[in-house]
């Protein structure tokens, strides 16, 4: 320790005591009935080596017990979890919020500085409530994108069981620890120190999101100018329409939204492109509305589909592989000639449907007239068929 347990009680005014542990929502858990065990000055803080107040208590059922690693002192500097060190506005580890929103990391390393550092923040942490210079910044696009808005409770699992990857492990289902086998030895997440994720200093974790930040996908406007409309999924009973309107009318003029429950979506209808794409613009992978993160899109055009001729739709139409080619137009004296007879008898004109403009027609079919009322057969005889009386229905 760098102060040690005598009766120096210079020391020990400047070590911490607390009542409860700054924690972020995953580390607390899901159990609202939690047993906590406190310790008063069990253990030194890994960043400072002052002894501390730790905490310790099991998150839920099926995970590991857990206890704070710093002291609250230094989980204020920096606005993280006195477990897992992430940021407690966004739920990333420091290096990612720090090169988001620019911030400079001033804490010296030596332990002379440390300790007066410490005691000087401490004593401004204090004056201003408690509160870091790394919470309520305004959020930056990339941290929106990246943040998480629920708890990852996975990450409270047990740890991986040592003697059960040697093929040793006799307990079963019994042994509180995971059967499972680990990550490649050679993967850089495998290797985390708790010192670099509170510095800001190659952590792996934040090298992948950053990684994860620039290859996300942006959102291309689409080519019809006439499309004013975003989609916004990921709409629960909870969402009213009134919160769309809240967080939207500041885009421009809204002309109507349709909220659709059944589908879990909204469509939100501008006056204008230019309000459209300002608001698929601020409110992509950004927008969060009662802890739930909209997604985001552009709407379909429903414009009226376009009426082409024949030539253009035969044009428009892929050859079929295989086929002749087409018969070549009949001379025009075989149009005019007539072979059958037919030039005086009356003619009914073809269904519009079965001829095209500019198609030449050969010959109308003729009305021929009716034939005459013969009886082929017995059944066609209305005599026989029981309509006229019988003669022995008048006896």
Not at 41 to 67: D, L, S
Not at 144 to 157: D, E, I, V
Request: aromatic share 8%; with cysteine; hydrophobic share 30%.
């Amino acid at each position: 320790m760098a102060l040690s347990l005598g009766n120096n009680t210079y020391n020990r005014q400047n070590w911490e005591t607390s009542d409860f542990p700054i924690l972020c929502q995953t580390c607390l858990g899901d159990n609202p009935y939690m047993r906590m065990m406190r310790e008063k000055y069990g253990k030194e803080c890994t960043i400072c080596n002052r002894p501390f107040t730790v905490f310790r208590w099991c998150p839920g059922a099926n995970m590991r017990y857990k206890k704070t690693e710093i002291c609250q002192t230094c989980s204020k500097t920096k606005n993280v979890c006195q477990t897992c060190l992430l940021d407690l506005e966004y739920g990333l580890p420091v290096q990612v919020r720090d090169q988001a929103l620019k911030m400079q990391d001033n804490i010296p390393r030596s332990d002379v500085n440390r300790e007066y550092y410490q005691q000087n923040n401490e004593v401004a942490l204090n004056k201003a409530g408690g509160q870091s210079s790394a919470a309520g910044k305004a959020p930056n696009e990339m941290l929106m994108k990246l943040a998480r808005t629920t708890p990852y409770y996975k990450r409270n699992r047990p740890h991986i069981c040592s003697f059960w990857v040697k093929g040793e492990c006799k307990r079963g289902e019994e042994c509180p620890y995971r059967h499972e086998m680990p990550t490649d030895p050679s993967d850089p997440l495998s290797n985390q120190n708790i010192k670099d994720r509170y510095y800001g200093v190659d952590d792996p974790v934040a090298d992948k999101l950053l990684k994860r930040a620039a290859d996300m996908p942006k959102l291309t406007p689409p080519t019809d100018k006439s499309i004013t409309t975003i989609y916004v999924g990921g709409i629960d009973a909870n969402i009213k329409e009134q919160d769309l309107k809240d967080s939207f009318y500041h885009y421009g003029e809204i002309r109507n939204i349709n909220l659709v429950l059944k589908s879990g979506c909204a469509f939100i209808n501008f006056a204008s492109r230019d309000a459209a794409e300002r608001a698929v613009q601020g409110a992509f992978n950004k927008l969060v509305i009662k802890g739930r993160r909209m997604k985001i899109l552009w709407g379909k055009g429903q414009g009226a589909p376009s009426v082409r001729s024949a030539d253009e739709e035969a044009k428009a139409l892929p050859p079929v592989p295989g086929l002749p080619p087409t018969l070549p137009q009949p001379p025009a004296e075989l149009l005019t000639h007539d072979f059958f007879g037919l030039a005086g008898a009356p003619t009914l004109p073809p269904p519009p449907g079965l001829v095209r403009p500019g198609m030449p027609v050969p010959f109308r079919m003729p009305v021929l007239p009716a034939p005459p009322g013969t009886i082929h057969y017995p059944s066609q005889d209305p005599q026989r068929l029981g309509t006229s009386k019988s003669k022995g229905a008048d006896n």
